[in-house]
């Protein structure tokens, strides 16, 4: 629409200039009444150039934003998965090996930090954990086959937007 807006702007312009000085010698009043037209579409446009680049720059960086933002939603409910593998490491964390009983190439890996109840060191090789999404889809619940809650696994846009450092 600012296009349009312009080039009709543009038209009127190179119009009001181009009719009086085809029709001849112009008296002074007329000169003067061409010169003050233009003078005024003049400072127009340029006064409006700025507002109306700003106003398309805006509108081209909210659009833009929505094109390179990914779609990745929330959480969605994963399969169970079994520990087929806990590795504790030197600084007391845990790097814990998931399969997919249905899927065997369907794999994970957990590491889970050290600290005084990290939920890795009750588990066994064998052991199904279950992953229940949040109800607001930052990430999930690992539970064990019990039900017991053992941690949190945030989604990677909550992890990346979060810290997740104990306080």
Request: charged fraction near 15%; proline fraction near 8%.
């Amino acid at each position: 629409m600012t296009k349009s807006l312009l080039c009709a702007s543009l038209l009127a312009v190179s119009a009001l200039t181009v009719l009086p000085a085809s029709a001849g010698n112009l008296n002074g009043n007329q000169a003067s009444g061409v010169s003050a037209v233009i003078s005024v579409y003049t400072v127009s446009f340029i006064a409006a150039s700025p507002v109306l680049l700003v106003a398309k720059g805006s509108q081209s960086v909210r659009e833009g934003s929505k094109r390179t933002k990914p779609d990745t939603g929330k959480a969605a409910p994963l399969p169970p998965m079994a520990v087929q593998q806990i590795d504790r490491q030197p600084d007391g964390g845990f790097h814990v090996a998931l399969q997919r009983p249905d899927a065997p190439d369907a794999t994970a890996l957990i590491d889970w930090p050290a600290r005084a109840d990290n939920p890795a060191a009750t588990l066994k090789v064998g052991d199904v954990l279950h992953f229940e999404p949040t109800e607001v889809g930052a990430g999930w619940t690992v539970k064990a086959a019990d039900g017991a809650a053992l941690a949190f696994l945030p989604t990677p846009d909550a992890a990346a937007g979060q810290s997740s450092e104990r306080w």
